[in-house]
């Protein structure tokens, strides 16, 4: 039963009035204990007739309030005019059962401290007023003559009230305060880690933004150079042919021609990776299909074992369907260039609790600790140079982080690496499943 996290008010009104009403039917049951105490525990003369009455009034009050919580909007005002409430009752109870000398009149300090946490400024204010006034009005209610047939306890009752029930007042009130206190800090512990995550996609989501930026700058800059290089170089190629030069010569101009469109192809990736698929649309795409296309265009594809369950393979991940296949192909050929050439790579995709993993298990030696504490971050790859780029995890995590999903290695020296891509799965269409 922990507070809320703030969110829009008036949804943050509803959730709070919840989590009082859950708080009221506690403090109603233990107000039924102590006067069932005081009254046949310690044999008090308390009007037991008039307080059972007033605490049956305090649960009406929550019944109706529960009846109308979902019909009605709640707002800030109508949790102080219930704390009000719940002061003016706490007055009856105590000007019935020993007034000022009832040890129990701490509950108002319980009461003022869970309005610091549930009311904004002007009615945790009007509370604290209303509360000194009430506990001042106490003073005034004790001396007053009950009518016939209710009692209170006489003086020496009041002073073995006071005297005995002093330590459990004590406990009840700083009980409560404890707990209220250790919720809420808890509640900000946890408003701050979502806030942290929150940053942490925002950084993500803005380096994703620049890679985008830098790919299509330096496709723009650098294609007319690549592309006057590649015709010079063919031209010389020819020319350098009919004039029968030597054969190594021209091999070394189809080398530069090999280069150059080997930076094409790294424009070209690092455009697609990073800059069209953060505008291409969403469309459910089955968990074959994904697969399927994942595969198609890898290189060692033989050397892939799949284990896809039937049952799982026509349920749907929404997504941009490109980027989804890219990133899983990205994982499967981090695999295959991680484990020997004799070692086979697994993909599994196994259900969870409303996603599904692809888990990609390569036959490798292995991450260290401190390597795999930095993969996945933009540029980091411990790839030969010309094999990657080291955009491959950052782009999947935040692709997966974007669908609700996540990204997760898991590594053993010397017994491979496992990334495991957790995506939010729907069950196919009735009329596909029927099929």
Known sequence: MTPPIPTEPASR??????????LRWGLLLGQALVIALAAYGLELALPVPVLAGLLGLE???????????????????TIGKLMLWDTLVLTGLLALSGGTHNPFTTLYLVN???????????????????????????????????????SRPDHAALMRLHINGMWVAFAVAAGF???FVQRVTRALEERE?????????????????????????????????????AVVSKEVERALTAAGTSEAVREDLRLIRQQVDRCRDVLVQMSADAG???????????????VEDSLSELSGVERVRVELPEALSAWRVQGPPRALARVVRGLVKNALQASPPSRTVELRVVAGRGDARLEVRDGGAGMPAEILARAGEPFFTTKAPGEGMGLGLFLARTLAEQLGGSLELRSTPGQGTVASLALPVGAPPATEVAS
């Open 177 to 179: 305060i404890v707990y």
């Open 193 to 229: 880690q979502e806030l942290a995550q929150a940053r942490a996609q925002h950084a993500r989501r803005e380096k994703v933004a620049s890679l985008a930026t830098l790919a299509a700058g330096a496709a723009h800059e650098l294609s007319t150079p690549l592309s006057t290089i």
């Open 59 to 77: 649960a009406i009050t929550n019944l109706a309030v529960r009846a109308w919580l979902g019909r009605a909007r709640v707002t800030e005002g």
């Open 13 to 22: 009104a509803r959730i709070n009035l919840e989590w009082l009403l859950k």
């Open 112 to 150: 003022v401290a869970l309005g610091t946490v549930l009311l904004p400024a002007r009615w945790m204010w009007s509370l604290l007023g209303f509360t000194l006034t009430a506990f001042g009005s106490l003073f005034l209610l004790q001396d007053v003559v009950l009518v016939p047939g209710l």
């Open 276 to 290: 069209q698929t953060t505008g291409e649309a969403f469309h459910p795409m089955p968990l074959g299909r994904l």
